[in-house]
């Protein structure tokens, strides 16, 4: 599966964005989605994720109630709507194939990404 990000940009705080993730590769819509952030510094961290028929999703408690993903099956497309934005989401965004576990992305319990790292887009929230 590979992917490419796209959408981000710079937003002031309490704005909103869209990011789009492009995905192909063999049955490449069969899988799981998810987004990730990476902030200058920090270790790249789960952001938000989506089962292939769209019945779950779930989010990091961070962004929970801003923040939503939704999938296109027949775009190729997954995408996450960024609302009230905030300077602490500044971060490159990524999107990847993922493994759920009942419903949840936990690495703990065997949830893991599935596919390559695309290049990401980058997000920056102003004050």
């Known amino acids: 599966v590979q992917v490419v990000e796209s959408g981000g940009g710079l937003v002031q705080a309490g704005g909103s964005l869209r990011l789009s993730c492009g995905v192909s590769?063999?049955?490449?819509?069969?899988?799981?989605m998810g987004w990730f952030r990476q902030a200058p510094g920090k270790e790249r961290e789960f952001v938000a994720a989506i089962n292939w028929s769209s019945t779950y999703t779930t989010y990091a408690d961070s962004v929970k109630g801003r923040f939503t993903i939704s999938r296109d099956n027949a775009k190729n497309t997954v995408y996450l709507q960024m609302n009230d934005l905030k300077p602490e989401d500044t971060a490159v965004y990524y999107c990847?194939?993922?493994?759920?576990?009942?419903?949840?992305?936990?690495?703990?319990?065997?949830?893991?990404?599935?596919?390559?790292w695309g290049q990401g887009t980058q997000v920056t929230v102003s004050s």
């Open positions: 990847n194939a993922i493994l759920l576990v009942n419903g949840d992305y936990r690495e703990d319990r065997g949830s893991r990404t599935l596919g390559s």
């Open positions: 590769g063999r049955m490449a819509m069969n899988y799981d």
